[in-house]
């Protein structure tokens, strides 16, 4: 076996958090904006989300949710009717104080003194508190409910530490918002947005998440329930990929989002929120990256195919783009995975190689280089993303099929990708949730003992109030947290690991990002 | 010929502007939020808009641009650097001060003065710094020209006095910015890209643009040159629909955006920028509406064809489902103007003729209602909405195709409609520009002598400096202003209205919002 020369500086297994950031530079995906906590999305990370959004949309719609646009800002009042919510989000916000900008005495600009607003704005972290408002002069009667609702929306929480695209103080998002009759059907609403967040992560991501619900201490500000999709990275630490909220009645009592029932008396409405953001670039990054670079599951590929004519400057290339241009037709012209394909034929000026190996750090899924000899040949030289290396020779693992089999067989290709990397994603995450351990002192062992070691599922028997606080003590002091109750965990067979009562749930410990 | 009693309460030729909010209130399509100049852009306000973006975004990218996200907040300092552009735009600017919130004397929440940033932050009004900034970092050399770059974002402007979709503190629209190796090159983009929004405007909208140049007293602050779109409302009233920039090296100097150019030598790079937002979603309406409500052109309405069974809550209704739902399935394997038919059944609760009206006020393009007689006679009852009213009977023209048929025959009705649209808004147009007036006391008696004069085209010297200001005041004394000079208007053979001189162009004077 040869030695491979890997496209990133920086492995994995070296240094994951430096390694996520040179994807992300490599790739050209992002950068630091220049403004506190902001980044700049670039047009190749950016593609992505456009691809998710898109994706995730088709999802939200074909639940019966209409999209709306609600104000960015949020009068402070307003924000402070639901006491938990406040005490959640009080401490993180932009806060617009001043509507004019006046010169000041070293020449440059000032807020105007007499521009300052009666009551600031906060630019909102998160919309429940304005469209309650909405809500409750849209419904009257139970002829108006459900009403569901989405928004695809910027948000604001003002951060100290960030890290690009999974802690930055604007990020973009959905945020789902319902009112429903009671709280049977918001609950099920609730379940149903996320079981539509783990098809998208799952079947469009190729994530592999674990859905479950959160524990009280984890729940969102102002919510009764809160439930989770979550990914395991390749470090082996949980990334909250999703949220879904059941809201109670706590929202619809704050904003006045009362309705008529069949029977005439009036009720409150019980309202769901749920919503999924830019983070998860982050996670697919940190799912399918390696050490060449990022690897893009093809649904959300913003090109899946990028034909690269080896040009020479000379006339010849003209006959070179001709073939090239006749492959891309073909492909243009096919469906893979239910759309039209997207592929890309770069004609730009620049050595062939560099940009092999720039397309590769993108993690486009196919690359079709075309050279002379290929042309003479009546063939091209096919690369798969997931695919990348000969091992035995150290070489990139080049297939030579037919320009018209290539054509034919690439839909196929992109298909089977799709379905390797959700495979791939499924076997690491099984192999890494470690179950049977006997107590917390086996959990500290084990968290201790590795540097990867993954998530661990115990059992415990929910605690609450005072003793829960103990429980999240006690996990802190090892940087753990619980993750979720996955829906799908075994039955409960023993005593809880951290009160030694017996248990009712199954819970995953992790560290998180 | 009888009576026909419309469906909105107020006629445009009784109250213009009143209408306008009508429309939108029947329509369902926006409402004010309680957060001062914001409003709420209601689902089907919005769906529309979602329509907008997906039509323009595909022209945009044909265009060779890329979409990418830029930060939502510009520090003061950097807002600053380009001084036309701060003149322009310092005086109505959302400002962020705080960054957090503390529990106030009174038990609210204030500002948290140890949480004061140390630079403001102005939310932006428009990206050209901050995307000129990153255009610095982008740009080494004259291979990475020309950049081409889009974003669709909300932005704010603060304004005193709101209309709906016409004017609002935030709105959201697309930028589009871009850098060139000269100014040869950026003009041609300059105008290349407002011959997209001519097209978007014209074909996909039905709206008769007219495509010009500002004059200097119009441009955008720190342009060069300006072009726009101009509608003409069903009042005569000119709406600017999008702007298209050619600046200079003006922001690529205040950012530093350079470039190494063929022969070795550092150069400034010419940068264009051009935006169109939901002010169109007014132009849309006000070019379209009729005393019903709203008429959508089929390639922005969210659904085209609404189907609505008139149910009885009673067993027979199973079946008038299912005769819609065959009709259903038929059109929505359709395509109507080259993309799939978007169709709805309306099985919500509510009277049938209830429903009928408010879909005719939203203005879906084809209305079909199905009662148990046109199931019996395998007929159902087609309303266009462009043509409503049977004149004769005063009642609504509605057509009994066979189902079948219907299913076969809408996608032609809707093709036929949309062109429709775009020839009645050109006939308007074109006969409510008026020509030939000598002097500009004749433009005076003109605009006095009509409650609708519409827009007079003239004949100017294209003075400036203070020549200019003058013209400027004297048409600002009767409300009016230059809206452009268009691009395929006749020669000039005459003298300037205004200052008697020989004429170098001619110019389009309207009222304007």
Not at 165 to 175: A, D, H, N, P, V
Not at 188 to 193: A, I, P, S
Not at 218 to 228: H, I, K, M, Q
Not at 401 to 429: F, N
Request: proline share 5%; net charge negative.
């Amino acid at each position: 076996m040869s030695t491979i020369r890997h496209a990133l500086q920086i492995k994995r297994e070296d240094d994951f958090a430096a390694w996520y950031q040179e994807v992300i530079t490599a790739a050209d995906m992002a950068e630091e904006s220049g403004v506190r906590g902001c980044m700049v999305i670039k047009p190749w990370g950016y593609g992505i989300w456009e691809r998710m959004q898109r994706l995730l949309d088709d999802r939200i719609k074909a639940t019966g949710h209409d999209n709306a646009y609600f104000p960015i800002f949020i009068p402070l009042s307003n924000f402070a009717r639901e006491a938990e919510h406040v005490e959640g989000f009080a401490k993180e916000m932009a806060v617009v104080t001043h509507h004019r900008l006046i010169a000041g005495e070293d020449g440059g600009l000032v807020p105007d003194p007499e521009a300052r607003l009666e009551e600031p704005l906060v630019v909102r972290p998160t919309s429940e508190t304005i469209i309650g408002d909405a809500m409750a002069r849209w419904v009257q009667s139970w002829r108006d409910l459900p009403l569901k609702l989405n928004q695809w929306a910027n948000v604001v929480r003002w951060e100290m530490r960030t890290r690009m695209f999974l802690r930055t103080s604007e990020f973009l998002w959905q945020e789902g918002h319902t009112a429903h009759v009671d709280a049977a059907e918001a609950k099920e609403h609730t379940l149903r947005m996320l079981e539509v967040y783990r098809a998208f992560a799952d079947e469009d991501l190729s994530l592999a998440v674990v859905a479950g619900e959160k524990p009280e201490n984890e729940r969102f500000p102002g919510a009764v329930e809160t439930w989770s999709i979550e990914a395991m990275m390749q470090d082996g630490k949980a990334l909250q990929a999703g949220t879904s909220h059941y809201l109670g009645t706590n929202f619809a009592e704050a904003s006045g989002i009362r309705y008529q029932d069949r029977e005439g008396q009036q009720a409150l409405a019980h309202t769901t929120s749920w919503g999924l953001s830019t983070r998860m670039v982050g996670g697919v990054i940190m799912t399918h990256g390696d050490d060449d670079g990022l690897r893009v599951p093809p649904r959300v590929a913003p090109w899946q195919v990028v034909i690269l004519p080896m040009l020479r400057d000379k006339p010849e290339d003209e006959a070179l783009i001709d073939y090239c241009e006749t492959l891309r037709a073909t492909l243009a012209g096919q469906s893979a995975l239910g759309e039209p394909l997207r592929v890309q034929l770069d004609t730009r000026p620049g050595k062939a190689a560099a940009k092999r190996w720039d397309w590769v750090r993108k993690g486009a899924p196919v690359i079709i280089e075309v050279g002379g000899r290929d042309m003479e040949n009546g063939v091209v030289s096919l690369l798969r993303r997931d695919r990348l290396w000969d091992t035995a020779t150290g070489k990139p693992a080049f297939e030579t099929p037919l320009r018209e089999v290539a054509g034919q067989t690439v839909p196929d290709i992109l298909a089977d990708m799709q379905a390797a990397l959700l495979a791939q994603a499924r076997e690491r995450r099984d192999a890494n949730i470690t179950r049977g351990l006997a107590d917390f002192a086996e959990v500290e062992r084990h968290f201790a003992a590795s540097r990867y070691p993954g998530w661990v599922e115990v059992q415990w028997s929910k605690p609450t109030g005072a003793a829960l606080d103990d429980v999240v003590e006690r996990l802190k002091a090892h940087r753990l947290t619980i993750r979720n109750v996955p829906m799908d965990a075994a039955p409960v067979d023993g005593s809880c690991i951290f009160t030694g009562e017996p248990a009712t749930e199954r819970v995953l410990l992790a560290k998180a990002y």
